[in-house]
């Protein structure tokens, strides 16, 4: 097969810089030598095209600010130079068809340094669109690598370590390494969602000061494309995002004063996309969504530091499900890298005693959010309530509950103690438990259609400004270049930062019955 390779005739003018973004850039190197190429291109590239729809379509900041795509066969091949998506979208879906394009023989050989050679030369694209954009306000500080391929995590772990040793990793956040696997390889009755492999070592994933992070997914569309929607959780590290503020008890250390409270530092993470933050509603209209209402949380982009206090604990068969509202929000133990090991270890263990002691108890509780900024010409503060409610993955969910100035009168009677059951209910099926990856509504056409439209109105040309009938068509088979390729040449600096610590020490450290006293005080 010819190569394909970015050449010096392509070079053109870097996009404009857009405001800065938390979330870091995105490499995405896909290895066809795979003998399952076949149907993986497919699925593959249903779940990318689906992922990025959303992310153009959704009103706010960007999250996946700058993409770029590579693909492995004989040798490495830049399909997609660095664009910015939300502006990119055709661009992307050129890319994505010549994916659709490649070979299906699937009989590359395997082994080569293509993969390495991609990363090398993604690496460099990236420092010297950072270098041009700069100036005007650089639109992303850090980059993450995912490889798709057949091959294995950990052999291949092993060859970028090799062959990286002399290159600049700086501005490399992290890097994922994901085995795509036929259902034939995995269990008979494989899960719909991302298979997470056994956990590596520490060898395997603390090399060249960063963390390699080794999984492996199924190649259906439903795991690629959740495996892709993690690109649209907000990545801001540089501060906690909010404070659950508790009456001071037992965790095993010293306690407080009783007037003192406790603060479990936390981040927000969104649960659900906002249908409000989508470009279009179903009659074509346009929606503008307030992404950050005054009353409501908003778990992206994380502007602000919210602080519930908490003011009493509910039994949890007495919260009706009617005065809930608003979309749910997980809150987990923060990940801020401003804060030391010790206070992250402690902040994750009395999280997850809470977590327990709620689970033990039946318990939810009700949260105050305190004020972030009082203007001193206005002295009226309109509080919001919510409730906070336990998990067994070791988080918590958090959503809006009704306050009185919000709740309407409504008096239904109660059933009556005997009815005659109707036969209606008997031909439907029955599912133990709701599975939203089940049902679709379209969603994805509709939003590809909006983003296809404005590249449908072309206004017609005068006669004299068409093109001749004769004249041949330029077919454009692939996105041109935004930059010049790089020399392959190692960089003459060796960066090595800290290996990174593994931060599941706590995992486990629930606490026993008589260190959830702290609760004790909410009754």
């Known amino acids: 097969m010819n190569s394909r390779k970015v050449t010096s005739e392509t070079r053109r003018g870097f996009p404009a810089a857009k405001a800065p973004s938390q979330q870091p850039s995105r490499i995405l190197i896909v290895d066809v030598t795979s003998p399952s190429w076949t149907n993986t291109c497919s699925v593959l590239s249903e779940a990318l095209e689906n992922t990025l729809c959303l992310a153009c379509s959704l009103a706010g900041p960007c999250r996946v600010p700058l993409l770029s795509v590579y ?34 023989e699937g009989c590359f050989p395997q082994g080569g340094n293509g993969v390495v050679q991609a990363v090398q030369d993604g690496l460099q694209q990236f420092k010297q669109y950072s270098k041009h954009t700069a100036a005007a306000g650089s639109t992303s500080s850090s980059v993450e690598i995912a490889i798709l391929t057949s091959q294995s995590g950990k052999e291949m772990v092993k060859q970028l370590e090799k062959k990286l040793k002399d290159v600049d990793l700086v501005s490399l956040r992290r890097m994922q390494i994901i085995e795509v696997l036929k259902r034939d390889f995995l269990e008979p009755e494989g899960v719909e969602q991302s298979t997470p492999a056994e956990e590596p070592s520490s060898d395997d994933i603390a090399i060249l000061g960063m963390d390699i992070d080794v999984q492996t997914v199924e190649d259906n569309v439903i795991s690629l494309e959740m495996l892709f929607k993690t690109w649209l959780h907000d990545y801001g590290t540089d501060r906690e995002q909010l404070h659950l503020l508790l009456p001071s008890g037992g965790f095993g250390h010293a306690t407080a004063a009783k007037s003192s409270l406790m603060c479990l530092k936390c981040d927000l993470q969104e649960r659900l996309l906002d249908p409000a933050l989508l470009s279009g509603t179903a009659d ?3 929606r503008t969504a307030d992404v950050n209402p005054p009353c409501q949380l908003a778990a992206w982009p994380a502007t602000a530091l919210y602080k519930l206090r908490v003011v009493k604990a509910l039994k949890s068969e007495g919260v009706c499900e009617s005065v809930l509202y608003g979309l749910p929000f997980i809150i987990k133990p923060t990940s801020c890298w401003q804060l030391d090991w010790d206070e992250l270890e402690t902040n994750q263990h009395s999280f997850h005693a809470l977590c327990h002691s709620l689970l033990k108890r039946n318990w939810m509780l009700l949260a105050k959010c305190e004020p972030q900024n009082t203007s001193p010409s206005w002295n009226i503060t309109v509080h919001s309530y919510y409730i906070v409610v336990p998990s067994d993955s070791a988080t918590l969910l958090v959503k809006a509950v009704a306050v009185r100035e919000l709740l309407l009168p409504s008096a239904f009677p109660a059933l009556l103690a005997e009815h005659p059951e109707g036969s209606a209910l008997n031909s439907l099926e029955v599912e133990v438990t709701y599975n939203p990856l089940h049902l679709k509504n379209n969603l994805y056409k509709y939003l590809k259609s909006m983003l296809h439209r404005p590249t449908h109105r072309q206004q ?45 020490s706590c995992e486990h450290s629930l606490l026993p019955e008589e260190d959830d006293g702290f609760l004790q005080v909410l009754q």
Do not use: N, W, Y
Not at 75 to 99: D, H, M, N, W
């Open 460 to 504: 017609a040309q005068p006669r004299e400004q068409r093109p001749e009938r004769h004249q041949p068509k330029q077919h454009q088979s692939r996105a041109k270049a935004t930059v010049a390729p790089l020399l392959m040449a190692p960089s003459p600096v060796q960066v090595f930062r800290p290996a990174a610590v593994r931060r599941d």
């Open 284 to 286: 074509g209209t346009v």
């Open 71 to 104: 693909v492995v066969q004989d040798q490495q091949e830049c399909l997609l130079p660095f664009v910015q998506v939300k502006e990119g979208f055709a661009r992307v879906q050129t890319c994505i068809s010549e994916l659709r394009s490649l070979p299906r």
